[in-house]
């Protein structure tokens, strides 16, 4: 009996190791394929879009360059990512902890104002934002997607910074306020930096919604010198034709720096995720 319940415990270690396997290649093909398309000609692209290019060449990332103004799109989507994302981190650790240490009057009121932000799909903002941008004369500015992104990743940011923050005891504060530390010294020398972990969730999860975000970017911008990244990948495509594998190869140009980041930080995902869930 031992031994049948030792075999049956081993068969299904192997049976979750090889599930495991399985879903780390699936999630690992697209960038492979992604990377080997970007290296083929269109021309083999159509006869085969899964085989390998008979004759590697780096033609694609030269002509990637030489469409649209990269140049112009990586500033664009660089100073929107810098901007916004320190912004977002800091309002929403702000907000966290008031909502997580202080009472006041219509504190619920304002819980539930923003985290109904997380129920409402953001594109159907899509027009009314139009609309009032347009009327506040803030269209097609160097700094018009800015204040969308920031207002768009707040609710989830304040949502983890106040479950994390509501984990941490209160009797490090104290010892603060006994050491005669003020209010903004307790708060942004003694709690912020214990919110690292949190911290840094929030921070990949911003760079990534904002460097991937299209729809805004496309609408409240029409100068092609304020274009952000996503943006730029539609001039591959013409009215009758796609350059597939020039698109390919700005696709592996727009996603690596987030592919490469994600790779070194995901650990950090998963620990402020899992602390944030277990202090709240």
Same mark, same amino acid.
């Given at each position: 009996?031992?031994?049948?319940?030792? +075999? =049956?415990?081993? @068969?299904? #270690?192997?049976?979750?190791? !090889?599930? $495991?396997?399985? %879903?780390?290649?699936?999630?690992?093909?697209?960038?492979?394929?992604?990377?080997?398309?970007?290296?083929?000609?269109?021309?083999?692209?159509?006869?085969?879009?899964?085989?390998?290019?008979?004759?590697?060449?780096?033609?694609?990332?030269?002509?990637?360059?030489?469409?649209?103004?990269?140049?112009?799109?990586?500033?664009?989507?660089?100073?929107?990512?810098?901007?916004?994302?320190?912004?977002?981190?800091?309002?929403?650790?702000?907000?966290?902890?008031?909502?997580?240490?202080?009472?006041?009057?219509?504190?619920?009121?304002?819980?539930?104002?923003?985290?109904?932000?997380?129920?409402?799909?953001?594109?159907?903002?899509?027009?009314?934002?139009?609309?009032?941008?347009?009327?506040?004369?803030?269209?097609?500015?160097? +700094? =018009?997607?800015? @204040?969308? #992104?920031?207002?768009?990743? !707040?609710? $989830?940011?304040? %949502?983890?910074?106040?479950?994390?923050?509501?984990?941490?005891?209160?009797?490090?504060?104290?010892?603060?306020?006994?050491?005669?530390?003020?209010?903004?010294?307790?708060?942004?020398?003694?709690?912020?930096?214990?919110?690292?972990?949190?911290?840094?969730?929030?921070?990949?999860?911003?760079?990534?919604?904002?460097?991937?975000?299209?729809?805004?970017?496309?609408?409240?911008?029409?100068?092609?010198?304020?274009?952000?990244?996503?943006?730029?990948?539609?001039?591959?495509?013409?009215?009758?034709?796609?350059?597939?594998?020039?698109?390919?190869?700005?696709?592996?140009?727009?996603?690596?720096?987030?592919?490469?980041?994600?790779?070194?930080?995901?650990?950090?995902?998963?620990?402020?995720?899992?602390?944030?869930?277990?202090?709240?």
């Amino acid at each position: 009996m031992r031994r049948n319940a030792s +075999f =049956t415990v081993k @068969l299904g #270690y192997a049976g979750t190791n !090889l599930f $495991v396997l399985l %879903f780390s290649l699936s999630a690992l093909f697209p960038i492979v394929w992604m990377l080997y398309t970007s290296l083929k000609t269109n021309k083999e692209f159509s006869l085969s879009t899964m085989s390998l290019p008979s004759s590697p060449s780096l033609v694609n990332y030269s002509n990637a360059f030489n469409i649209g103004n990269i140049g112009s799109a990586i500033f664009s989507s660089l100073l929107n990512t810098v901007i916004a994302v320190p912004l977002i981190i800091i309002c929403s650790f702000i907000i966290g902890y008031f909502f997580s240490r202080i009472e006041f009057k219509g504190k619920q009121v304002m819980v539930m104002l923003f985290l109904s932000g997380m129920m409402i799909p953001i594109h159907a903002l899509l027009v009314p934002l139009f609309v009032q941008f347009k009327w506040m004369g803030m269209l097609d500015n160097r +700094f =018009t997607l800015i @204040l969308p #992104y920031i207002a768009f990743h !707040l609710p $989830v940011a304040i %949502f983890l910074f106040d479950s994390f923050i509501k984990g941490i005891s209160k009797e490090i504060e104290e010892a603060a306020y006994m050491d005669g530390s003020s209010f903004d010294y307790m708060m942004f020398r003694v709690i912020f930096p214990i919110c690292l972990p949190i911290m840094s969730t929030v921070a990949i999860l911003s760079i990534l919604g904002t460097w991937n975000e299209f729809s805004f970017a496309l609408v409240l911008n029409k100068s092609s010198e304020l274009f952000t990244l996503p943006i730029w990948l539609t001039f591959f495509s013409g009215q009758y034709t796609t350059d597939y594998t020039g698109k390919i190869a700005g696709l592996v140009i727009t996603s690596l720096p987030i592919i490469v980041m994600y790779l070194f930080f995901s650990n950090k995902i998963m620990t402020g995720m899992t602390a944030g869930a277990v202090k709240g």
